[in-house]
């Protein structure tokens, strides 16, 4: 959208959009695909049809010709290049794996439950658990819950709304564990007066 608003020219020089993941595959095999789990975080994926969200691309007069075909995880693109194989001396097979790291989590989530609840942290803190479709109701908006795919079968339903509390007590969590081991280290090596003045 930025680009469409504050570069037109170079939006309009585009061939292909590639999320980073599917570069790599793209550099690996030269073959343009684009992953389903990190396709859904653009929110140009239809819930429904799966596929990219013709309308509303053409609505926000994005061009369509960049968008590459949606693949699933566990596809097989190809094979490395020449100058791949070359270059590392064997051939192999590249298979797409969940590319979204958290849909990976999620897909790895060690449970047979139906509709298992679920934290993930890294980068933030999600916690959500698994529908089979999508809720995109008026009241799912309200509820600031965002949805993302982990798999054609299988969507993960995200609950966003307690990312930030939870990063911020993970983070003061860990901050008080610092200071509590860095003020243990001093007492360590202060005499018994320090430490008398120091509680």
């Not at 020089?13 to 695909?33: S, W």
Request: a positive charge; glycine letters at 4%; one cysteine or more.
């Amino acid at each position: 959208m930025a680009l469409r608003k504050n570069a037109q020219e170079e939006l309009d020089k585009a061939d292909k959009l590639l999320m980073i993941p599917d570069y790599f595959h793209y550099l690996l095999t030269g073959k343009p695909v684009q992953e389903y789990t990190n396709a859904t975080t653009t929110q140009l994926v239809d819930p429904v049809t799966k596929d990219w969200n013709w309308e509303l691309i053409r609505r926000l007069d994005y061009p369509e010709h960049i968008f590459q075909r949606i693949e699933l995880p566990g596809h097989e693109i190809g094979t490395l290049r020449k100058v791949i194989r070359e270059e590392v001396g064997f051939d192999c097979k590249v298979i797409l794996p969940a590319t979204h790291d958290t849909g990976a989590a999620v897909m790895a989530v060690p449970t047979v439950s139906e509709h298992p609840l679920y934290i993930s942290s890294g980068t933030w803190s999600l916690m959500g658990t698994e529908l089979t479709e999508a809720d995109c109701s008026r009241n799912s908006c309200q509820k600031l819950l965002s949805k993302s795919w982990r798999s054609q079968k299988r969507m993960s339903f995200w609950i966003t709304r307690l990312v930030c509390k939870l990063w911020i007590r993970v983070d003061f969590q860990l901050i008080k564990k610092k200071w509590h081991d860095i003020i243990n280290h001093t007492m360590s090596v202060c005499d018994k007066g320090w430490r008398t003045v120091w509680n």
